[in-house]
């Protein structure tokens, strides 16, 4: 157990780079229209009427809608800027969730499409995607065991060729060949 958890620890943050990149983009995006919304309701809200401003030992009137804008920039500044930032790092946990399963199953599929289906998709505890890995695992140990069922025919029909007469014993003998070289070219999952 102790060694599972040491072999998926994480080790880069970013994966990709351009999909967690827009994700922090479009968070960050969301929350500072957030606060512009809610800065303008604020504002047409206050429009219209006066303020009295004490500043720099006198009294000021002025409109409250300057007064709201320039008192919530003045306060609020190092809150947006450190909410922006806690926000973008926890985007980046949080897509980091989900770039680290496509990552292993780009991996899986490329070693798919090389034959090699001997590998296993693992996630980490809290990682998405989980159903479709668990399919992509079944679907390589289905093929793997369709291929060794395969072999073993080819094997019976190897042995059944000694019944057949010379001519088509070499022609089937030749294609049941092309046919282990094919299944050959597998690297298979083996059962557990």
């Known amino acids: 157990m102790e060694q ?3 072999r998926y620890k994480r080790r880069n943050y ?9 994700l922090i983009f479009y968070y960050f995006m969301l929350a500072f229209l957030t606060v512009l919304l809610f800065m303008a309701t604020s504002t047409l809200i206050a429009s219209g009427q006066l303020s009295i401003v ?26 947006m800027l450190t909410g922006g930032l ?21 991996k899986t599929l490329d070693a798919m499409l090389d034959r090699d289906l001997s590998q296993d ?7 998405e995607g989980k159903p479709i890995a668990r399919q992509l695992n079944r679907f390589n140990m289905m093929l793997s065991e ?47």
């Not at 004490?54 to 809150?79: F, G, H, P, Q």
């Not at 926890?90 to 399963?101: L, N, W, Y």
Request: net charge positive; aromatic share 8%.
């Open 86 to 106: 806690l926000l973008s790092i926890a985007v980046m946990f949080i897509s980091h969730r989900i770039a680290g399963p496509l990552y292993r199953f780009g």
């Open 146 to 192: 369709d291929l060794a069922a395969m072999e073993n025919l080819c094997d019976a029909m190897e042995a059944e060729l000694d019944a057949c007469p010379e001519p088509q014993r070499a022609k089937l003998s030749e294609r049941l060949s092309a046919l282990r070289d094919r299944i050959a070219a597998y690297k298979r999952m083996s059962r557990k």
């Open 4 to 6: 599972a958890k040491n």
């Open 14 to 22: 970013f994966i990709n780079r351009e999909m967690q990149g827009k």
């Open 54 to 79: 004490y500043d720099n030992y006198r009294i000021v009137v002025e409109k409250s809608t300057c007064t709201i804008i320039r008192d919530m920039l003045k306060a609020n500044w190092i809150v």
């Open 121 to 127: 998709i693992w996630l980490r505890q809290k990682d």
